[in-house]
């Protein structure tokens, strides 16, 4: 199974639609997992023509996103408990928050986003992944995304790209 994961995609406001880096992966993926700052809802509407799409809200989403989404929310795939949230708040640094929001919970993975700047690690057990950004890199030196491939294990993957 072919998971793409993005976050802060702040479309239109970054650019005007999804890059053809992304829409390559979109294509053939069974899943995506949005982790927020989708900025509106026409972003869900497009990623839903490629895949089912599972998702929480960031703090720069709309409230038609924050009436569909949840701040946070695990998703069981494959027998893969998957957490996903913005990790936006106070204190603490943005994955420190992200995992603290599953504290308690048992998940396999935990995915956020909210920084912009990719991350892919284990803590302990727990995949811990950020999947930057595909339309606003910040201070990256490129756009990324991130892609799992599900079977006897998880293989995260992060795609980085340049402008096109």
Known sequence: MKIVVISDTHLPKSKKGLPARLIVELQHADMIMHAGDWQTIDVYKKLQL????EG????????????LFPLKK??????????????????????????????????????????????????????????????????QKQYSFGVFSLSDKIVAELIYFDEE
């Open 56 to 67: 929480v809200y960031g703090n720069v989403d709309d409230l038609e996103i924050i009436g």
């Open 74 to 139: 695990i998703v069981e795939v494959y027998g893969y408990k998957i957490g996903i949230t913005h990790g936006h708040g106070k204190g603490k640094t943005t994955e420190k928050r992200a995992i603290a929001a599953f504290e308690g919970e048992k998940v396999d993975c935990i995915i956020f986003g909210h920084s912009h700047i990719p991350v892919n690690r284990y803590e302990g057990e727990i995949l811990i992944f950020n999947p930057g950004s595909p339309t606003d890199k910040r201070r």
């Open 50 to 53: 490629y895949a089912r799409v």
